[in-house]
């Protein structure tokens, strides 16, 4: 069974130029977020998609976008990549059920901004 | 707004000893609440979470509402359990967003 799958896994960047981030969620979830870890504090929330609509979204600047596919994968747009930028950005499913809602990590893509 | 403390960066204990790692939250509303795990080179992965008051690889977490805390702690430690760990704290909202909210995050390690 697939979890949350990732890519690229590792990308190096030049300040100001621009990132696409793919993610894949886990078959079946309908919800994708994203959040930024940056070394030493825990992930902070970006964006959150559902049925391909924006449902939530970080205190993330208007650098940061992204968006949901027919097919709910998702992809994380940074543009004018800055030094600050360079972080783990995971991708998450959310398993929605009248429990409760569950949420599920990939394994992240370390960009490092140079 | 919300908020997730974990007052302790680093927690050392020895292998047989119980653990405490701490979480304190603010929240106006009615908490959700989990604890996440992640391993050496793992990814990040979903412990506990308070509605289920399950008992994980001997992990226990109870919210206390009145403290605003939800400590996890185990009554011995495993070598296998050095890892670092995330309280976190859901937020649900009219538009249908649900996001979580982070503590920085303890790491523990297990001495043996």
């Known amino acids: 069974d697939a979890g949350v799958t990732q890519s690229p896994t590792h990308l190096i960047k030049t300040r100001g130029q621009q990132v696409t981030l793919r993610c894949s969620p886990i078959s079946g979830h309908k919800s994708v977020s994203w959040y930024q870890q940056v070394l030493g504090q825990g992930p902070q929330f970006i964006f959150q998609y559902y049925e391909k609509e924006e449902r939530g979204r970080g205190n993330f600047p208007d650098r940061f976008s992204a968006r949901q596919f027919p097919n709910y994968s998702s992809e994380l747009n940074v543009n004018a990549l800055l030094l600050g930028d360079s972080a783990l950005y995971l991708c998450?499913?959310?398993?929605?059920?009248?429990?409760?809602?569950?949420?599920?990590f990939g394994e992240g893509s370390w960009l490092t901004v140079v | 707004a919300q908020r997730v403390t974990q007052p302790e960066k680093l927690l050392s204990v020895f292998k047989g000893a119980p653990v405490e790692l701490k979480c304190n939250y603010s929240y106006s509303g009615s908490p959700e609440l989990f604890w996440y795990v992640q391993y050496s080179r793992q990814r990040l992965q979903l412990l506990l979470r308070?509605?289920s008051r399950e008992s994980i690889k001997g992990f226990t977490a109870d919210l206390n509402k009145g403290e605003t805390s939800f400590h996890l702690k185990k009554p011995f430690a495993q070598e296998e359990d050095s890892a670092m760990y995330y309280c976190?704290?859901?937020?649900?909202?009219?538009?249908?967003?649900?996001?979580?909210?982070f503590g920085k995050g303890t790491k523990l390690s297990v001495i043996p």
């Open positions: 976190a704290l859901a937020l649900l909202s009219g538009a249908g967003s649900y996001q979580l909210t």
């Open positions: 998450a499913s959310t398993l929605t059920r009248a429990s409760g809602n569950t949420i599920y």
């Open positions: 308070h509605i």
